[in-house]
């Protein structure tokens, strides 16, 4: 298997806990988020949300699918979410969620995704690919940040 790590962060002028409700309501994100094919919630997990399941298929920029289930380990609302991802990538994603107060108030969404892939024909082509499927996987991050500030009408300042 083939391992990657990236960092996505995008900074939205909108209060933390809009943007929370909507990366927690992960079922809807096909309905604003460009690259997110399906989702749905398989298991309910407990009272927080933890051993929540969801699978969810991505397409991208590249002509291939990607499935995956993905558990919910931790929850500290509305500042952090993790989950453990199994299937054709597998490892660890983690929404940490950071909020500046003020007249117009400004929330970093910072999103870490350690993760390795489990398609033979992946793990195959990553010596030569792997900037490819960092690009890609890059592309559909900006299309979330753009997508939840369409979704909670406000600004994106960044989506790095």
Not at 26 to 49: C, N, Y
Not at 111 to 119: A, C, G, H, L, Q
Not at 131 to 145: E, K, Q, S
Request: charged share 25%; glycine share 8%.
């Amino acid at each position: 298997m083939s391992g990657y790590a990236f960092l996505t962060t995008w900074c939205l002028e909108a209060p933390r806990e809009p943007i929370w409700e909507a990366i927690w309501d992960s079922e809807r994100w096909p309905e604003w988020w460009r690259g997110v094919v399906a989702a749905e919630k398989l298991a309910p997990g407990d009272e927080t949300g933890i051993g929540q399941v969801g699978r969810y298929t991505w397409r991208s920029r590249l002509p291939y699918d990607l499935e995956f289930e993905m558990t919910t380990t931790r929850v500290a609302k509305p500042h952090l979410l993790e989950g453990q991802a199994q299937g054709e990538l597998a490892g660890i994603g983690r929404w940490r969620l950071f909020e500046q107060d003020g007249d117009s108030p400004v929330t970093a969404v910072v999103y870490e995704w350690n993760v390795s892939t489990t398609r033979p024909w992946m793990n195959l082509l990553a010596p030569i690919a792997r900037p490819l499927f960092a690009w890609n996987h890059d592309w559909v991050m900006r299309n979330g940040g753009h997508g939840l500030a369409e979704l909670l009408d406000c600004r994106l300042l960044s989506a790095d």
